[in-house]
Structure formats: C-alpha cells, structure tokens
C-alpha cells in the first residue's frame, strides 16, 4: 500500500468518523459525551491525510533525495511508492470505512436484549430515591423504574402514572417485554434492562418495534434467566408505537 | 508487497536497528515481483488503482452487501464492530499524535533525564508515569512502540504500557462510579496493576531479550523536516495500528455476539474458576479500559475478587492490544508477553482481593 492509498484510506476512515458525528448515527455506537473527541480524531485523520497527499504530490524537493537514499519511502517520483515496508494491514482500515457510511448498522436492539442478563444489580442503586418527576403520565427511565420497583418495593412508584420508553423482546415465556440497551461507553458494553409487562401489553408487535407506554407500579417480580437478576413488572394501561428514539440507549 | 522483507528477516539487532535508522537493509532492495521498470510504464496497478476499484465494487453492490448482513446475528455482529472501533479511534488517534510528538520533537536526551539511569529503577518510574495519560490501552501501544525508538529501555516502555491504560485519573475515577459500595476497589485496582506492570517491566530486565522485539519498519525521521516528520509518524502509526484494532475488534465482536452470558452463570459460584472464567472473559471482551469497570459492576454473580482480576487483566492483555501488541512489537514478542502478562496479572490480582476486599 502506497503512501497515496493510505492518504485515500485515511481520508474516508477519518470522514466516516466525521459524518458519523457530525449526524446522529455516532450515538448508535457510543455515548453522546465522545462527540468532540470524535470530531477531533477525525478531523486529525484527514489532516493526516491531507498532508500525506500535499508532501506525496509536491515537486522535487531537496529533501526527496535524502528520502529516496534510504528507500523505505522512496523511488516515489512516479507517484508509486516503494510498498514493501509500508503497513499492509492498514488495509483493514477500510472495514469500518464500509461498516460506518455504506452499512451504518442499527443500534442494539431485542437479539442483543434477548442473549443477555438485565442489568439490574444492587450496584446500580442509589440507597434512596428522589421525587418522581412532575407530570401525569411521569416520564421515568427503564432504569430508574427497575432500581424503584426492585430496591425501594415501588414505595415512591405507586399512586402515579408512568410514562416508559423502549422496543419491545420476547420475555422468556414468549410474552412481550419492554427493553432498553443501557451504556456506559460503547455497544460493547451495552447490557439490557427489562421490564415485563402485564395489562394491557402490546400483542403481536414485532420485536425491536419501538413503544411509549402509560402504566402503573405492579409489585409482581420475576427472576431473568440469564444472570438470575430481578425483571420488574408494570401494569400497562395505554400504549402507542413511536419511532426510533435519536438517543437509542439509557 | 514483497515477502522477502528486509526489515523482518536481519537476525542480529541492536537498539539502533530497532529504531530503523541505521538499517542499511531498509536501501533499495528492489520488490523482485514487481521489478522496478515494470512500475515505470503505462497500464501499472499500484495500491491506489486497486483502492479505486474495491471502492467502487463496494457502491455498485452496497443493497446486496447490506442485505447480506441483515440477520440479526451478524446486525448485532456488525454494530458491535463499528462500536469498538468508534470508541477505540479518539484514543488511537491521541496516542498516535502523541507517540508521534515523541518521535519528533522530544529529544532522546531528554528520556536519558527524565528516567532514573539503572533500567531496575526507571521500570517503576516508568509505570508511575502512566498516571499522566488519560486514555485506554489503544493509545498506549504506539507509545510504547515510540517510547523504545527513542531510546528508552524497553523494560520501562512496558510497564509504562501495561500502567497507564489501567491507572490513570479517569479510568480509577470510573472505577469508583461503577462500584460506589466498594471504594477499596479503586485502590485494589490501581495498587494491583502498578504492581503486575512493575512486575513486568523487571521481568523483562531479567528475562526479556531484546531481539524478540521488531518495531515496524517506520520512514526515517530523522532525514524529514519537523513537520513532514510529524505526519509521516502520524500516517505510518494511524495504518499499522489502526488495521490491527480492526483486527482486535472483529475479534471482540465474535466473542460478544457468539459467547452466551449463561456459560458465565454456571461458573460464578466456584471461587477458583470464577477467578480464571473472568480473567478469560476480559481478554476475550477486549473492552476499552475506561468502560470495563462498569461491566464489571454488572457482573454481580461473581464475586469481588473475580472481578478485580478482570479489571487488573482487561487493560494489559486482551485480544485487542495482542493484536496491536504484534504488530507494534512483533510477534515474538507478543506470544512471550502476552501469556506472561496474563499469568502475572492473575496472580496479583488475587493475592491483592485476597487481602483488600
């Protein structure tokens, strides 16, 4: 690989990165706080590029000469660099290049929730819980309706109605659940929280179809089978379909 | 593209020939595939004329391509992926910026200064100073690589690579959000992989040969002017490192997606193989070490000690950094370092939550 396509290389990987987070697909894949990093790194990665290309493409020069005496990067007059020490692997590069502007894949969703354990775990939770937010129905995070549900026995829960967000998986049973991919630095990590759902839940809804749902605190628990972690449940009263949220993950 | 590379093949070494500069090999030595009047004439295929054509293979047949990977299997493969690669390429770029800084403007007298003269004492001199770099281990490796160019003692360079991805601010600080009930894990943590990484680095001392490390041949700088210098490093080390965290990242996203979390849940209630089932997990997960504190938190099956071993060994060994490892230090190195690492890491990891937690 010569220096030109490695120019070329790091023009696209560096733009993909930059469009990534200059749109909203970066929060796919990561969380919303790396934005500047990542506008920063790509915009690194095209300067990069661009001086390659600006050095490669410049007329004779003094300084060619001593380059070409020690071959690693010479014999370049012609436009095509000597190849055989330059990084082959760097080939590679053009994977996410693909990954990030021809696929841009989706953000996790219900086969992920499905293979992993809910996150909930005492380590998650605080050892007293604030005020529901105002509101009727009060919008409140899968998380945070877990942590209460679970580790407070729903004592600031009951008496409201609640407003939850996420894309519905198939519970153990086949029944609907309600999930969402909680992060806390990139879809490696991500782990699902879950929250069954009794009621008036949606049937026949295809997996990974996004729901907002008004329900109330029901103190039936079960255990998820994966990592045998609590799963809350929630009365569901209403329900609607919404599109895809821009931030896919809590 | 030739095979018969110069660079990789010379027996005897020196710190001199590490560094690249004196290599006389490195001359002309003509690719005989591609002899040199071949290039010279019209109708030649060069990297960029093949770029072009897979650039515009992969537009014409995008829909199919993207049909191809529409299962959600390979979906969540491929989002796992992309992830780790935008996650990882902020740090590899810093690293790479900042291993270039080192390569150009700091000059090798100062590391002379700046390290303790006896090599047993700059090691953990070294391994402190990884306090100072706020990053994960992607931005480590050329650091290290870069550190060795310039004359430091690879004992140091190593367990300055081995520290910093583990006990720098923002990664201990991290540590201490995931696990608010157990604020002795950050000092477990942070104690533990100064220790393993000193460990290490005089392991090295004793042990370590330096011809088992082969830096890649990078352009020789000294010959450039500062600033095309700067780019020419930036360029070599965004491609070599670069490609080899795609490696590593493919391979973390197979691990991910083909692993089943309920294999862990058998293994959680014996201590011994909890310990080593961890150890495992985290070099298999290869998770950016400013995040692993969180899935270990969400480990909560395995006990206290299992985990700080899969925060002491996701930092310095995991199939991530192996693959950057080979390619930054060559792979006689890495298969030597990396089960070394990982045995050392095991260890004091559990000899240090034996005592603390």
């Given at each position: 690989m010569n220096r030109q396509a490695q120019a070329v290389v790091m023009l696209l990987f560096g733009g993909a990165i930059l469009r990534a987070s200059l749109t909203d697909v970066y929060l796919r894949y990561v969380k919303e706080g790396l934005r500047p990093v990542l506008i920063a790194a790509g915009a690194v990665l095209i300067a990069a590029a661009i001086m390659t290309l600006w050095y490669d493409l410049r007329p004779h020069q003094p300084l060619d000469g001593d380059d070409e005496g020690h071959g690693?990067?010479?014999?370049?007059?012609?436009?095509?660099?000597?190849?055989?020490?330059?990084?082959?692997?760097?080939?590679?590069?053009i994977l996410p290049v693909l990954g990030l502007l021809l696929v841009a894949p989706p953000a996790l969703g219900s086969y992920a929730a499905e293979q992993a354990g809910t996150v909930l775990t005492t380590q998650n939770s605080a050892s007293d819980y604030p005020p529901l937010p105002p509101g009727d129905p009060a919008p409140i995070s899968l998380l945070d309706y877990a942590s209460r549900a679970v580790f407070d026995s729903g004592k600031s829960l009951t008496g409201r109605n609640l407003q939850l967000t996420g894309f519905v998986t198939p519970g153990p049973d086949g029944k609907p659940m309600l999930a969402r991919i909680v992060l806390s630095c990139c879809a490696a990590d991500g782990r699902p929280i879950k929250v069954g759902l009794t009621g008036n839940a949606p049937a026949g809804t295809p997996a990974d179809t996004w729901v907002r749902i008004v329900g109330v605190y029901t103190s039936r628990v079960e255990k998820d089978p994966v990592n045998r972690a609590a799963v809350p449940f929630v009365e569901v009263r209403t329900w609607q379909e919404i599109p895809s949220p821009r931030q896919p993950y809590e | 593209m030739s095979p018969a590379d110069g660079a990789t093949t010379r027996p005897a070494v020196t710190p001199d020939d590490i560094d690249g500069t004196t290599a006389p090999a490195a001359g002309p030595a003509p690719d005989p595939g591609t002899p040199e009047r071949a290039r010279s004439f019209g109708g030649r295929i060069g990297s960029v004329e093949v770029l072009a054509g897979l650039l515009v293979l992969l537009v014409v047949f995008r829909n199919p391509l993207a049909a191809l990977i529409s299962g959600a299997r390979l979906q969540t493969w491929t989002t796992v992926f992309v992830s780790v690669l935008v996650q990882a390429v902020p740090f590899l770029v810093f690293g790479v910026v900042l291993s270039a800084i080192i390569a150009v403007y700091v000059p090798r007298s100062f590391w002379a200064r700046a390290l303790p003269k006896h090599p047993a004492l700059a090691v953990p001199a070294a391994g402190v100073a990884g306090v100072i770099l706020p990053g994960c281990e992607c931005g480590s490796v050329p650091i290290a690589g870069s550190l060795i160019r310039r004359g430091v003692t690879p004992a140091a360079a190593l367990a300055f690579l081995l520290a910093a991805p583990a006990i720098n601010p923002i990664v201990l600080t991290a540590t201490a959000i995931a696990f608010p009930k157990n604020p002795e894990m950050v000092v477990a943590r942070g104690g533990a992989s100064l220790v393993v990484a000193v460990t290490m680095g005089w392991l090295w001392l004793r042990l370590g040969k330096i011809e088992w490390i082969r830096l890649p041949h990078r352009p020789?700088?000294?010959?450039?002017s500062r600033a095309r210098a700067f780019w020419a490093a930036c360029r070599h080390d965004v491609m070599h490192a670069g490609g080899f965290l795609v490696l590593g990242a493919a391979a973390a996203a197979t691990i991910n997606v083909v692993v089943p979390q309920q294999w862990l849940q058998s293994v959680a209630d014996n201590a011994v193989l909890s310990v080593f089932a961890l150890a495992t997990l985290a070099v298999l997960l290869s998770i950016c070490s400013e995040a692993d504190a969180f899935v270990a938190a969400s480990l909560s099956q395995f006990s206290l000690t299992s985990r700080l071993v899969f925060l002491v060994v996701g930092p310095m060994v995991d199939l991530k950094l192996i693959s950057m490892q080979t390619g930054m230090f060559g792979r006689r190195f890495a298969v030597r370092f990396a089960p070394a690492t990982f045995a050392t890491a095991i260890v004091v990891g559990t000899a240090v939550g034996a005592v603390l937690l």
């Amino acid at each position: 690989m010569n220096r030109q396509a490695q120019a070329v290389v790091m023009l696209l990987f560096g733009g993909a990165i930059l469009r990534a987070s200059l749109t909203d697909v970066y929060l796919r894949y990561v969380k919303e706080g790396l934005r500047p990093v990542l506008i920063a790194a790509g915009a690194v990665l095209i300067a990069a590029a661009i001086m390659t290309l600006w050095y490669d493409l410049r007329p004779h020069q003094p300084l060619d000469g001593d380059d070409e005496g020690h071959g690693d990067e010479g014999h370049d007059h012609d436009g095509h660099g000597h190849a055989h020490h330059e990084p082959r692997v760097g080939w590679l590069l053009i994977l996410p290049v693909l990954g990030l502007l021809l696929v841009a894949p989706p953000a996790l969703g219900s086969y992920a929730a499905e293979q992993a354990g809910t996150v909930l775990t005492t380590q998650n939770s605080a050892s007293d819980y604030p005020p529901l937010p105002p509101g009727d129905p009060a919008p409140i995070s899968l998380l945070d309706y877990a942590s209460r549900a679970v580790f407070d026995s729903g004592k600031s829960l009951t008496g409201r109605n609640l407003q939850l967000t996420g894309f519905v998986t198939p519970g153990p049973d086949g029944k609907p659940m309600l999930a969402r991919i909680v992060l806390s630095c990139c879809a490696a990590d991500g782990r699902p929280i879950k929250v069954g759902l009794t009621g008036n839940a949606p049937a026949g809804t295809p997996a990974d179809t996004w729901v907002r749902i008004v329900g109330v605190y029901t103190s039936r628990v079960e255990k998820d089978p994966v990592n045998r972690a609590a799963v809350p449940f929630v009365e569901v009263r209403t329900w609607q379909e919404i599109p895809s949220p821009r931030q896919p993950y809590e | 593209m030739s095979p018969a590379d110069g660079a990789t093949t010379r027996p005897a070494v020196t710190p001199d020939d590490i560094d690249g500069t004196t290599a006389p090999a490195a001359g002309p030595a003509p690719d005989p595939g591609t002899p040199e009047r071949a290039r010279s004439f019209g109708g030649r295929i060069g990297s960029v004329e093949v770029l072009a054509g897979l650039l515009v293979l992969l537009v014409v047949f995008r829909n199919p391509l993207a049909a191809l990977i529409s299962g959600a299997r390979l979906q969540t493969w491929t989002t796992v992926f992309v992830s780790v690669l935008v996650q990882a390429v902020p740090f590899l770029v810093f690293g790479v910026v900042l291993s270039a800084i080192i390569a150009v403007y700091v000059p090798r007298s100062f590391w002379a200064r700046a390290l303790p003269k006896h090599p047993a004492l700059a090691v953990p001199a070294a391994g402190v100073a990884g306090v100072i770099l706020p990053g994960c281990e992607c931005g480590s490796v050329p650091i290290a690589g870069s550190l060795i160019r310039r004359g430091v003692t690879p004992a140091a360079a190593l367990a300055f690579l081995l520290a910093a991805p583990a006990i720098n601010p923002i990664v201990l600080t991290a540590t201490a959000i995931a696990f608010p009930k157990n604020p002795e894990m950050v000092v477990a943590r942070g104690g533990a992989s100064l220790v393993v990484a000193v460990t290490m680095g005089w392991l090295w001392l004793r042990l370590g040969k330096i011809e088992w490390i082969r830096l890649p041949h990078r352009p020789d700088l000294d010959e450039l002017s500062r600033a095309r210098a700067f780019w020419a490093a930036c360029r070599h080390d965004v491609m070599h490192a670069g490609g080899f965290l795609v490696l590593g990242a493919a391979a973390a996203a197979t691990i991910n997606v083909v692993v089943p979390q309920q294999w862990l849940q058998s293994v959680a209630d014996n201590a011994v193989l909890s310990v080593f089932a961890l150890a495992t997990l985290a070099v298999l997960l290869s998770i950016c070490s400013e995040a692993d504190a969180f899935v270990a938190a969400s480990l909560s099956q395995f006990s206290l000690t299992s985990r700080l071993v899969f925060l002491v060994v996701g930092p310095m060994v995991d199939l991530k950094l192996i693959s950057m490892q080979t390619g930054m230090f060559g792979r006689r190195f890495a298969v030597r370092f990396a089960p070394a690492t990982f045995a050392t890491a095991i260890v004091v990891g559990t000899a240090v939550g034996a005592v603390l937690l």
